[in-house]
């Protein structure tokens, strides 16, 4: 019998979809119904509610567009940035290479809140001891910063692998042509590492759009911060958090599960 | 006028700061050992060959892996009194010195949770590592299958997965800072606590920078003397 459905998902794989959602969702029923027997759903889901959870304050940008903006801008400046390390690390020139490990390595070795509250302590100091003002930096810009530093230095490794996946005879072959090296760089090597870099690109998105609810520590009004603000005004924390954490959940599993079937097709792409 | 720094202060909340590492240290070793506890666990489930098992385990990994840890903290602080579910913790929370037992306790959950999903991950990949012919070898010695995995399966895992697994000790280590959301007094708790009173974020967040940097290098250094420890006699290891 179990067999049978087994082998029945094993061909199906939209019902298998369907079937593990309708388990999931009585699993979550059955737990709400232990551990929480009595909900208020239908206070937290209002329309302003919804409204501020999702696009923020009338007027301003806030709540799931925030996040979202934090995340690709985040990833978009540390695709550059990292670039820029991860050849630095990999480049034989002792002078570049050292800053490059050293920034690496620290930043790695760091809890990415703690560079959240370096960024926005160290901005005033800096401006202080070098332009002599007063700065007055947004949480939000300060932020932006803080992931794209953080960012960074993974993507640096990311790139680093990537050219390091890239086999020797290309350089040589480059070379026999009558490339110059950076010629050989930007023509032969970085296109082929980039494809190959695509899925860890997406997987390190989806750990970065997680994390941006870290902004929150530092007064930026993104999903998780409009959410807590919600549930300090009804109280209604099990409705409001286990809400949020769908909401996040159906998002970055849906991005890893379209990360995986990009591996699988750059997989393909390269052997073929 | 530029900037002056002042690390005087740091002398001065030294107490927070001591405090706060040792609140770290335990939420890290708490954490690194139930997490691998879990993590095991979750791990041979994901790598059973019965295809039940195999998803149930996959459901806890997907579901801890997409939620942000910290939405996983305070949905169990602010839900859930923890002490209240779980009496005991009381007692613990006495025996290891602990002024907040219910955020402690809950940020701890979150971390082992969370950090069990990835080392799951983890074992499953070192136990498919294992090759067919260790099963089948183990079986033909009239082991069972619980035997074949405890004496001759995992063992083996555990040794290959060692780099990955400290990767993900380390990752606990710095996600532990995040228990400062809850209000555990931890380390990076010291450092908003140091600019709240002094405006000297800047000089704390260097410190304590500086003391999780140790931290992570401490157990980087004590896993690589257990890798070496069990490679001992081991060829290609």
């Known amino acids: 019998m179990l067999k049978n459905i087994e082998n029945y998902f094993k061909k199906h794989k939209f019902q298998f979809w369907i079937f593990n959602t309708v388990i999931i969702v009585t699993l979550l029923k059955i737990f709400q119904m232990i551990a929480y027997p009595e909900t208020h759903f239908s206070e937290f889901f209002t329309k302003d509610n919804m409204r501020f959870l999702f696009f923020g304050k009338p ?14 801008s985040s990833i978009f400046l540390s695709f550059f940035i990292g670039s820029i390390f991860g050849i630095a690390r990999w480049s034989k020139i002792k002078i570049i290479k050292i800053p490059a490990i050293i920034y690496i390595e620290l930043l790695r070795a760091t ?20 332009f002599h003002t007063q ?24 790139v680093r692998a990537g050219i ?6 290309q350089f040589e072959a480059a070379k026999s042509l009558g490339f110059t090296s950076s010629q050989t760089f930007i023509h032969i090597i970085l296109p082929q590492a980039y494809r190959k870099m695509i899925p860890a690109f997406v997987s390190q998105f989806v ?25 300090n005004r009804l109280y209604l924390s099990f409705e409001i958090f286990s809400f949020v954490a769908l909401v996040y959940f159906s998002i970055a599993f849906s991005m890893s599960k379209f990360s995986h079937k990009l591996e699988k097709k750059v997989e393909k792409q390269l052997n073929a | 006028m530029g900037y002056e720094f002042d690390w005087h202060v740091l002398i001065e909340y030294k107490e927070l700061l001591i405090n706060g590492l ?28 019965n295809f039940w098992i195999s998803l149930f385990a996959s459901y806890y990994v997907e579901s801890f892996r997409n939620i942000p840890l910290i939405v996983q903290m305070f949905f169990i602080y602010f839900t859930f009194t923890l002490s209240q579910i779980f009496p005991f913790l009381n007692s613990w929370g006495n025996f290891l010195h602990i002024n907040d037992v219910d955020a402690f306790f809950s940020a701890l959950l979150a971390l082992i949770l969370y950090t069990g999903a990835y080392i799951g991950e983890v074992v499953k990949a070192g ?23 405890w004496y001759i399966i995992y063992p083996q895992a555990v040794r290959i997965i ?31 606590q140091i600019d709240a009173e002094t405006f000297r974020g800047f000089e704390a967040a260097t410190a304590v920078t500086i003391l999780y940097i140790f931290l992570t290098l401490t157990t980087s250094f004590f896993m690589n003397l257990i890798e070496i420890k069990f490679s001992k006699g081991v060829k290609n290891a």
């Open chain 1, 111 to 130: 809890p990415l809140l703690m560079v959240i509250f370096w960024v926005f302590f160290a901005i005033p100091v800096f401006s202080m001891a070098f």
């Open chain 2, 127 to 149: 136990i498919n590592s294992i090759p067919k012919g260790q099963f089948e070898a183990a079986q033909s010695l009239g082991m069972n299958r619980f035997q074949v995995m």
């Open chain 2, 22 to 49: 040792i609140t770290t240290i335990k939420l890290s070793a708490l954490g690194i050992l139930f997490s691998f506890i879990i993590g095991s666990i979750v791990g041979i489930g994901r790598a059973s060959k």
């Open chain 1, 135 to 158: 700065a007055h930096v947004s949480p939000t810009v300060a932020a932006i910063i803080a992931f794209t530093l953080f960012t960074s230095a993974y993507v640096a490794e990311i």
């Open chain 1, 59 to 72: 007027g301003e940008i806030g709540g799931l567009v925030l996040t979202f903006i934090l995340a690709i």
């Open chain 2, 162 to 192: 060692i780099p990955p697994l400290t990767s993900q000790f380390l990752n606990l280590i710095k996600n532990s800072s995040l228990a400062m959301t809850i209000g555990v007094a931890e380390l990076t708790f010291a450092t908003q």
């Open chain 1, 164 to 169: 390091n996946s890239i086999p020797k005879g």
């Open chain 1, 207 to 231: 750990a970065l759009f997680k994390d941006t609810s870290l902004a929150y520590t530092i007064g930026v009004i993104e999903f998780f911060r409009a959410a807590t603000i919600i549930n």
